[in-house]
C-alpha cells in the first residue's frame, strides 16, 4: 500500500540540493521552502516584487509568518540559503539565465497555480501551459535538471497520454468541473509539455493533490501513480477522503525531491495523486 507515515518521513536520509522555486511566495511553496532550508537545502525563489531586494525581503516574512507541524521533516543544524529574483516566471530566458548562472541549482519545483474562480472560467487563461513551456524552454537553452510539478487533482494516466477527470471517488458529477472550470484543461495540458521533452533528457515528476486545505499536516496520506481506482491494490480510494492539506503536499515534494537517486528515478514521468486516508482505514492497515 502507498501510505506515508510520520515515521518514514522522519527516517529520510537525503543530500544536500538547490530548488529553484517557481511562484515562490503561494501558500504550498512557502511550506516547502521552509521544511527545505531546515533541512539544509539551498533555494532561489522566484515571486513578485518590486526588485530581488524586495523580493528577498517578501519571502523573508512570508516564511517568517508559515507556521510548521512539529516533526515531520528532519532539521539540520546548519540551514540553507535563501535567494530571490522577481524575474518573469513567463519568460524561458529568467531559467536559463539562472541555470547557466548558478551549476549548484539541480531542480526546479513549480508551485504556480489560479486561485480565482473568474481565472478558472476563463478559457483564455493560460497559466499553467505558459509557465511550464517557459520552464522547458529555458531549460532547453540551458542545461536540464530535475522538474518537481505542483499541479492539481483533475487529471487522470500517464502525463502525455492523460485526460481532464476526476479520481474514482469521486461522483460522476464532478467531471463537469471540467465545463464549468476550462482552466483544468490547461493544467492537463501543461503535463502534456513535461511529457514530449523527456525524450530530450527532462526528468520530471508530477503531484496532483486532491482538494487543498490550509490545515496542519496530519501525515496520513496515500498515494498511487497515473491513474486512480476504487479498488486499486497500491491506493483504495473507496477509504480514501477528497483532500490534503498544503503543508502534506510541499511535504511529499520535499520527500521524494531527497529520495536517493534510485529511489528518486523510480517516480520519474508519472503524475501522482495525493490524498488523506480515512482514520478507519489507517487504523485496519498498520
Given at each position: 500500500?502507498?501510505?506515508c507515515?510520520?515515521?518514514q518521513?522522519?527516517?529520510?536520509?537525503?543530500?544536500?540540493?538547490?530548488?529553484?522555486?517557481?511562484?515562490?511566495?503561494?501558500?504550498?511553496?512557502?511550506?516547502?521552502?521552509?521544511?527545505?532550508?531546515?533541512?539544509?537545502?539551498?533555494?532561489t525563489?522566484?515571486?513578485?516584487?518590486?526588485?530581488?531586494?524586495?523580493?528577498?525581503?517578501?519571502?523573508?516574512?512570508v516564511?517568517?509568518?508559515?507556521?510548521?507541524?512539529?516533526?515531520?521533516?528532519?532539521?539540520?543544524?546548519?540551514?540553507?540559503?535563501?535567494?530571490?529574483?522577481?524575474?518573469?516566471?513567463?519568460?524561458?530566458?529568467?531559467?536559463?539565465?539562472?541555470?547557466?548562472?548558478?551549476?549548484?541549482?539541480?531542480?526546479?519545483?513549480?508551485?504556480?497555480?489560479?486561485?480565482?474562480?473568474?481565472?478558472?472560467?476563463?478559457?483564455?487563461?493560460?497559466?499553467?501551459?505558459?509557465?511550464?513551456?517557459?520552464?522547458?524552454?529555458?531549460?532547453?537553452?540551458?542545461?536540464?535538471?530535475?522538474?518537481?510539478?505542483h499541479g492539481?487533482?483533475?487529471?487522470?494516466?500517464?502525463?502525455?497520454?492523460?485526460?481532464?477527470?476526476?479520481?474514482?471517488?469521486?461522483?460522476?458529477?464532478?467531471?463537469l468541473?471540467?465545463?464549468?472550470?476550462?482552466?483544468?484543461?490547461?493544467?492537463?495540458?501543461?503535463?502534456?509539455?513535461?511529457?514530449?521533452?523527456?525524450?530530450?533528457?527532462?526528468?520530471?515528476?508530477?503531484?496532483?493533490?486532491?482538494?487543498?486545505?490550509?490545515?496542519?499536516?496530519?501525515?496520513?496520506?496515500?498515494?498511487?501513480?497515473?491513474?486512480?481506482a476504487?479498488?486499486?491494490?497500491?491506493?483504495?480510494?473507496?477509504?480514501?477522503?477528497?483532500?490534503?492539506?498544503?503543508?502534506?503536499?510541499?511535504?511529499?515534494?520535499?520527500?521524494?525531491?531527497?529520495?536517493?537517486?534510485?529511489?528518486?528515478?523510480?517516480?520519474?514521468?508519472?503524475?501522482?495523486?495525493?490524498?488523506?486516508?480515512?482514520?478507519?482505514?489507517?487504523?485496519?492497515?498498520?
Amino acid at each position: 500500500m502507498h501510505v506515508c507515515t510520520c515515521k518514514q518521513i522522519k527516517m529520510m536520509k537525503h543530500k544536500k540540493r538547490h530548488f529553484l522555486v517557481v511562484a515562490a511566495a503561494s501558500r504550498g511553496a512557502r511550506f516547502f521552502i521552509k521544511k527545505a532550508l531546515r533541512q539544509g537545502h539551498d533555494v532561489t525563489a522566484l515571486c513578485r516584487a518590486a526588485d530581488d531586494k524586495a523580493a528577498l525581503k517578501r519571502m523573508n516574512n512570508v516564511l517568517e509568518n508559515t507556521n510548521l507541524t512539529p516533526n515531520g521533516i528532519a532539521v539540520k543544524h546548519t540551514a540553507g540559503k535563501l535567494k530571490a529574483k522577481n524575474s518573469n516566471i513567463l519568460k524561458p530566458e529568467t531559467y536559463a539565465q539562472l541555470l547557466r548562472e548558478d551549476e549548484s541549482i539541480d531542480a526546479i519545483c513549480c508551485f504556480v497555480g489560479v486561485t480565482k474562480v473568474k481565472d478558472m472560467i476563463n478559457a483564455k487563461n493560460m497559466l499553467y501551459t505558459d509557465t511550464i513551456q517557459a520552464i522547458v524552454d529555458g531549460q532547453r537553452n540551458s542545461r536540464w535538471v530535475e522538474t518537481f510539478y505542483h499541479g492539481s487533482v483533475g487529471t487522470e494516466g500517464v502525463p502525455g497520454q492523460s485526460i481532464t477527470a476526476w479520481p474514482a471517488n469521486y461522483n460522476r458529477l464532478s467531471n463537469l468541473v471540467q465545463v464549468i472550470f476550462p482552466i483544468f484543461k490547461n493544467v492537463t495540458k501543461s503535463e502534456a509539455i513535461l511529457a514530449k521533452a523527456q525524450s530530450e533528457g527532462l526528468n520530471f515528476i508530477i503531484f496532483r493533490p486532491a482538494a487543498l486545505k490550509d490545515t496542519p499536516a496530519k501525515r496520513q496520506y496515500g498515494y498511487v501513480f497515473d491513474t486512480t481506482a476504487l479498488d486499486s491494490e497500491e491506493l483504495p480510494l473507496r477509504y480514501a477522503k477528497r483532500t490534503i492539506s498544503r503543508e502534506d503536499t510541499a511535504e511529499e515534494i520535499l520527500r521524494v525531491a531527497t529520495l536517493p537517486n534510485d529511489e528518486r528515478t523510480q517516480w520519474y514521468g508519472h503524475g501522482v495523486y495525493l490524498v488523506d486516508m480515512k482514520d478507519k482505514y489507517l487504523k485496519n492497515n498498520k
